[in-house]
């Protein structure tokens, strides 16, 4: 094993912890950090950093992109022990050097937009229809959320939503943080910790708290809209399909052409 390998696998070894900057603000486009490590992701070359500000794909919101050094990250992960990994394209910068990173920003705020409207969301389909939030997955075409009811009446589903608009238009404040246990007590979560320990919370003004460790919006006004678009069965429950932000707005925009381009042809 030569040097450099050496000093990767010693790296990696002690499973190096990366700063998460993302948890101190959501907003942070670029930084600066350390290559603590070379590896590979499912054989993809990939850099392990002091600190980032790229958030690993983890609780139904996927991992960003964006540039290290002028080279593309088409991916970020995050491994068992709790390693960031950066997935790039191109020659790895050495160990040791000091790079600059570039979040692709737009990506990363429709990211927050529908990880806080999915928030939202889980907390009124339990309020207006009592159904409760099993599983959600914010892909890139679709978002999705899985609730531990098999059927749900149409005018719950509008009810749910109506009110999720409403708390949009309150434009109320989102805070993320780390709670004392003192204070983690007191509080109604909405679902259980996954974790034990550095439990991280996110408070969507008094209306919903539920523990994560994504990113999100600073204030609800910043989703725009949201509207469910679909529901079906699935697996004895119902999968919603719902959209928000920059997303429902093309959408809504791309039907609304369609349906004046049908109307002008008949």
């Known amino acids: 094993m030569g040097s450099r390998e050496r000093r990767r696998a010693s790296a990696l070894d002690c499973s190096p912890v990366t700063r998460r900057l ?17 590896t590979t992701f499912k054989g993809s070359p990939a850099l392990v950093l002091d600190q980032t500000a790229f958030y690993p794909e983890a609780g139904g919101q996927l991992g960003d992109r964006g540039t290290l050094a002028g080279v593309a990250v088409r991916d970020t992960q995050e491994l068992d022990d709790g390693t960031i990994v950066h997935l790039v394209e191109g020659e790895l910068p050495a160990v040791g050097t000091r790079v600059s990173g570039e979040l692709d920003w737009a990506r990363r705020r429709q990211h927050m937009a529908q990880h806080t409207a999915q928030h939202l969301l889980s907390g009124t389909l339990l309020d207006r229809a009592q159904a409760a939030t099993a599983s959600a997955r914010l892909g890139e075409s679709t978002l999705t959320i899985d609730v531990t009811r098999d ?24 805070r993320a943080w780390f709670p004392t246990a003192d204070e983690l007590a007191s509080m109604k979560l909405r679902r259980d910790p996954k974790v034990s320990a550095d439990i991280r919370v996110i408070a969507i003004g008094d209306y919903d708290f539920s523990p994560c460790g994504g990113t999100h919006c600073s204030r609800t006004s910043q989703l725009g809209s949201l509207r469910i678009t679909g529901t079906e069965r699935y697996k004895g429950m119902t999968r919603v399909t719902f959209t928000a932000g920059r997303k429902a707005r093309a959408e809504l925009f791309t039907r609304d052409q369609v349906l004046c381009s049908l109307a002008s042809q008949f």
């Open 22 to 38: 993302y948890h101190d603000d959501s907003y942070l486009r670029r930084f600066d950090a350390d290559v603590i490590a070379h």
């Open 151 to 174: 059927r749900i009446p149409d005018a719950e589903l509008g009810a749910a939503e109506d009110l999720a608009n409403d708390l949009i238009d309150d434009d109320l404040a989102i």
